[in-house]
C-alpha cells in the first residue's frame, strides 16, 4: 500500500466506528482480524480513506495466518 493512498480526515476509534456504522465494541471486534493503516505521530488515528476501502474490501487488509511449527516425532525403525 503506498502511502500516498492515505488520506484523512483522521478519526480516533469512536469516530471511526461511528463513520463505518459501528458500536465501538462491535468495531474492535471486527478490527482484530484485520491490519488497517494507522495515522499521526501516535499512530491512533484512522485515516478515512482506509476505512472506506476496509469497508468495500476487506480482505485487503486480512492479517496473514500465524504458522506454527510442527513438532516431529522421532519414528524408531
Known sequence: ???????????????????????????????????IP?????????PESMLDLWMVSPETFSKQPNLRRRKFNRVKV
Do not use: H
Open 38 to 46: 494507522l495515522a499521526g505521530p501516535e499512530r491512533n488515528r484512522f
Open 1 to 35: 500500500m503506498d502511502i500516498t493512498s492515505i488520506k484523512g480526515p483522521f478519526y480516533n476509534k469512536k469516530k471511526a466506528a461511528e463513520y463505518c456504522g459501528y458500536a465501538v465494541s462491535t468495531f474492535d471486534e471486527k478490527l482484530k482480524g484485520y491490519e
